[in-house]
């Protein structure tokens, strides 16, 4: 069974940093697609970044683009996304969502929405 667990959400002040983990499980963590997409209650849901294990193909979000950076530790079947210089505007619920299919990829940021498989979500909250 596909499982994602995102972990490292918390409150932290405008201009400060985070680090989200997703820790997957149940898939051959070395040819899959996976990203990041956050959701503010009762907005819709906003694609943060796709990167494909394939080719390394990463997309972010043209507003998020330079603050935040997604890595893998294969050895460790997890996903990191840094969150820099953090903003009000930033506050949302975190998902990691992942396509184990062999051969997945992205091809954009929105290909992340299409995943199969998705964790609960670390909420993050910056106050101002």
């Known amino acids: 069974e596909v499982q994602l667990v995102e972990s490292g959400g918390g409150l932290v002040q405008a201009g400060g940093s985070l680090r989200l983990s997703c820790s997957a499980s149940g898939f051959t963590f070395d040819d899959y697609a996976i990203g990041w997409v956050r959701q503010v209650p009762g907005k819709e849901r906003e694609g943060v970044v796709c990167v494909s294990s394939s080719d390394s193909r990463t997309y972010y979000s043209d507003s998020l683009k330079g603050r935040f950076t997604i890595s893998r530790d294969n050895d460790k079947n997890t996903v990191y996304l840094q969150m820099n210089n953090l903003e009000p505007g930033d506050t949302a619920v975190y998902y990691c969502?992942?396509?184990?299919?062999?051969?997945?990829?992205?091809?954009?940021?929105?290909?992340?929405?299409?995943?199969?498989?998705w964790g609960k979500g670390a909420l993050v909250i910056v106050s101002s």
């Open positions: 969502a992942t396509d184990p299919t062999p051969g997945a990829y992205c091809d954009s940021v929105d290909a992340v929405y299409g995943m199969d498989y």
